[in-house]
């Protein structure tokens, strides 16, 4: 005779989640970020690069940028 097992819904999964990480202390929260595969946030992205890279100020820029960089060369 097979044993039938029941299924959680994936309601009750979340729910046994979200309690779950709870009792660790952490509060669960969303966030919502640009979606960086869109091709939107590329035309952005570019439009913005080119604005940094043609701006009179774009070296004092860089140079602000690579100071407070932390660059791992080993």
Do not use: C, Y
């Amino acid at each position: 005779m097979p044993t039938t097992r029941r299924v959680k819904s994936s309601r009750k999964k979340a729910q046994a989640h979200q309690q779950r990480v709870r009792k660790q202390g952490l509060r669960p929260i969303q966030v919502q970020v640009p979606d960086v595969r869109s091709r939107a946030f590329a035309r952005e992205a570019h439009r913005q690069s080119l604005a940094v890279a043609r701006s009179p100020h774009e070296a004092d820029d860089q140079a602000f940028v690579d100071a407070i960089s932390e660059w791992n060369d080993e």
